[in-house]
């Protein structure tokens, strides 16, 4: 742009500018992704656990991720349940599911939570197609990206690796299987308050 300034279109130049502002805010996400994954690896981010009402949580993020999609996700969590996690984290974590189930899955989309078995627990489930079995064995390595991923449009491949690496840092797990009769099923576990 710097160069061909005078020769391109106003039309033109609005244009490029565009496709450069969004290629730079995606290297940026990229860059803060693979710095996220390098942090949580060197054990560099810090979680400060607290209790905080989940069902309040997962509403206000359903509705900052989904946006104008929010009536195609319910958020079935009773009133009174606490989590005893890292909000920012938890945060993260559910925000990638949400969003994932949203870009490649099919309505509805479900999130609940439960504590049980001394452990708490948040799912997020979709109508979509699922998971294909022969990409389940690299579902939660860095960069990895099914076919239907790239189908749907760019991405880095690094949300879910971030999502299982935050909740292991936490002592819990990111938990996959297929969704019955159809779909997508991720489970959220976090060790009960200590």
């Not at 805010?25 to 209790?51: F, K």
């Amino acid at each position: 742009i710097h160069r061909r300034r005078d020769d391109l279109s106003s039309a033109e130049l609005i244009e490029l500018q565009d496709v450069l502002r969004r290629q730079t805010e995606r290297l940026a996400l990229l860059v803060e992704q693979l710095l996220d994954l390098s942090r949580l690896e060197a054990l560099a981010i810090r979680l400060e656990p607290r209790r905080f009402p989940v069902r309040a949580q997962v509403e206000e993020l359903v509705e900052t991720i989904a946006g104008e999609r929010a009536g195609e996700v319910s958020v079935e969590i009773a009133d009174e349940l606490e989590a005893f996690a890292d909000p920012s984290a938890f945060d993260r974590v559910v925000g990638n599911l949400v969003a994932n189930a949203l870009r490649y899955g099919a309505p509805p989309v479900v999130v609940r939570a439960e504590q049980r078995d001394r452990h708490f627990r948040v799912a997020v489930e979709d109508r979509g197609p699922g998971v294909p079995s022969e990409f389940l064995p690299s579902l939660f390595e860095r960069f990895a990206r099914g076919a239907r991923s790239s189908e749907v449009g760019p991405g880095t491949g690094l949300g879910l690796a971030i999502a299982r690496a935050l909740a292991r840092a936490q002592r819990g797990e990111l938990i996959y299987e297929q969704a019955a009769p159809h779909g997508a099923r991720f489970e959220l576990v976090l060790p009960g308050e200590s």
